[in-house]
């Protein structure tokens, strides 16, 4: 089992490149199935999540080929319509190729992708507008079958902004005959990414990033060279490791746009943040200040994937944080792992209760998924000590290159294999 060896206290200095969006590269790329022309995806970060879906990819018979931060996949040459359930499992966000695949195809077959470590992530708003779609939808034995003739535009109210429902609305109705109208869409940067390339690509998106967006369908798309947008959780999780050991940071290839709605929380951490084109610097105080509430919200609010990242800050700041977890069921099992260290956190069902403690100390901690592994790193870069994050797997789903990044930042974090 993998595991980080961080040894804490040292303050960081440097600059550190912000990898390509991880919740972008896996929509485009499930994108390029209703493409069906060969696509050239750039600024694509290497992580296992990435991996899987070059695997579904390859299943449904798309050709892939893979250099560095480069994909290119030719989506012209679909022979599957259906994803095996050992690769739903291990990527449950797989999900994303339902739409495309009603958009290439007329049919898709999947196994529910069932829950995760952060909730039960049921995917009925996904089902309900492939419905709505004219898609004809069963769910017998564990397996979900799709099947349309063609896809017929319609009018979708969302009762949440799901953001993985929102992107397989568009995704299914790309290519439908009609025009698709979504009320309550999600607003995430990646959706406003996806729709870019998809634009790019010959489609007719309007509003995304707006709670109505609006999908004209057409014929057929076109090939492309894209590059995806920058990790703004990525981005925000460096913050953090800066904000916590009292150092100053530039953070590259960001748009700082999208960090809008963290900004005032490590402001009134004491954090002075100056961003200039693609680049913010972070200058953190010796001593952060807690910043109070924290309430997670679908974007503009704060997002959900930066509450373990924040936590681990107020874990050390001067006072107490109050932290509502608005948008996950499960989402504060690092709590109890971050307590191992000797923070003092008391979670109240959606509410955690953060009092500020002088130092943690460095443990043998377990992460227990993507955010909740990247925020016991940062809480073990400030910590008294060696902390060991065990089951680090969780980790590389999201981040490209953590260790390399934030030893160049002057961190000591290695990984054992
Ligand atoms: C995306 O997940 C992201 N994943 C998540 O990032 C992110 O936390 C989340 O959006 C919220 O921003 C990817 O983009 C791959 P949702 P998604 O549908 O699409 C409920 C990370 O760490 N819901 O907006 O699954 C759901 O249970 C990951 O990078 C339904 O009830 O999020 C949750 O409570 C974690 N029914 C809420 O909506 C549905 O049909 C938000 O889910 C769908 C969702």
Do not use: W
């Not at 049919?107 to 952060?118: L, T």
């Not at 769910?139 to 896809?151: D, L, P, S």
């Not at 609006?214 to 913050?239: F, H, K, N, W």
């Amino acid at each position: 089992m993998s595991q980080y060896i961080i040894e804490g206290g040292k303050s960081l200095c440097g600059s550190v490149r912000v990898q390509g969006a991880k919740n972008s590269a896996l929509p485009i790329l499930a994108a390029c199935v209703a493409v069906g022309a060969p696509c050239v995806i750039h600024n694509c970060p290497e992580l296992s999540d990435i991996g899987c879906t070059i695997r579904i990819l390859r299943s449904l018979g798309c050709e892939v080929h893979r250099s560095a931060g480069t994909v290119s996949v030719d989506g012209s040459c679909i022979t599957d319509a259906s994803i095996d359930d050992a690769l739903m499992r291990e990527m449950r966000s797989s999900i994303i190729f339902l739409g495309a695949l009603l958009s290439a195809t007329g049919e898709a077959v999947m196994s529910a992708p069932g829950g995760c470590d952060i909730g039960l992530r049921p995917i009925d708003l996904h089902l309900a507008a492939m419905r709505k779609l004219g898609i004809k939808v069963t769910e017998r034995h564990g397996k979900i079958r799709c099947t349309c003739k063609r896809v017929r535009g319609n009018k979708i109210t969302l009762s949440f902004p799901s953001v993985g429902a929102t992107e397989n609305i568009i995704l299914a109705s790309v290519r439908a005959s009609g025009v698709t109208t979504i009320i309550n869409a999600a607003r995430e940067p990646e959706i406003v990414d996806l729709a870019m390339f998809l634009n790019s690509c010959g489609a007719r998106i309007s509003g995304a990033g707006e709670s109505t967006v609006i999908i004209e369908g057409v014929e057929r798309l076109r090939s492309v060279q894209y590059a995806i947008m920058p990790d703004r959780i990525a981005a925000c999780t460096y913050m953090s490791a800066a904000a916590v050991t009292g150092s100053s940071v530039i953070i590259e290839d960001v748009i700082p746009a999208h960090l809008v709605p963290v900004f005032s929380t490590y402001e009134q951490m004491g954090c002075r943040l100056e961003a200039a084109g693609s680049k913010i610097r972070i200058t953190a105080p010796k001593r952060l200040s807690a910043p109070e509430i924290i309430r997670t919200m679908p974007y503009p609010g704060f997002p959900t994937d930066c509450q373990a990242l924040v936590m681990s800050a107020a874990a050390v700041a001067d006072g107490v944080t109050f932290i509502n977890e608005n948008i996950f069921e499960n989402r504060f099992r690092h709590t109890s792992e971050l307590c191992r260290m000797g923070a003092d956190i008391r979670v109240y069902d959606k509410l955690a209760v953060v009092r500020g403690v002088e130092s943690l100390q460095g443990a043998c901690v377990n992460a227990t998924d993507l955010r909740a592994g990247a925020a016991l790193v940062v809480a073990g870069l400030c910590a008294e000590g060696v902390t060991t994050v065990n089951s680090i797997q969780y980790i590389d789903r999201g981040y490209d290159s953590l260790e390399e990044n934030l030893t160049s930042l002057g961190a000591r974090i290695r990984r054992n294999d």
